[in-house]
């Protein structure tokens, strides 16, 4: 079993700052690619980065140059830096890992969400 936790959401004003963490635990050989997603009320999920286990990045237009993605193999954790925050970023953003268990089981996993709110 493998279990994903995410915290860093929270309420802050446009302009400002925030990181989310997402740590994975439980039954894991190896870990692919790690990514974040949003999704915002009436809206479908949406891919905000990925990293893949070398450290190559990719992000939505809209983030770019504002968000960035990191990970920290030792600790099966991936990391989004939002900076510049806007109240369109508003939403529940999730983290998504493609974890191997084993030489037979691999899968993609989600966190529970965590809410980041954008003041105008």
């Known amino acids: 079993q493998v279990h994903l936790v995410e915290s860093g959401g929270g309420l802050v004003q446009a302009g400002g700052s925030l990181r989310l963490s997402c740590a994975a635990s439980?039954?894991?050989?190896?870990?692919?690619?790690m990514a974040w997603y949003r999704q915002a009320p009436g809206k479908q999920r949406e891919l905000v980065a990925v990293?893949?286990?070398?450290?190559?990045?990719n992000y939505a237009d809209s983030v770019k140059g504002r968000f960035t993605i990191s990970r920290d193999n030792a600790k099966n954790t991936v990391y989004l830096r939002m900076n510049s925050l806007k109240f369109e970023d508003t939403a529940v953003y999730y983290c998504?890992?493609?974890?191997?268990?084993?030489?037979?089981?691999?899968?993609?996993?989600w966190g529970q969400g965590t809410q980041v709110t954008v003041s105008s």
């Open positions: 990293i893949n286990s070398g450290g190559s990045t």
């Open positions: 439980g039954s894991i050989s190896s870990i692919k690619d």
């Open positions: 998504n890992a493609d974890i191997v268990s084993s030489i037979i089981y691999r899968r993609d996993y």
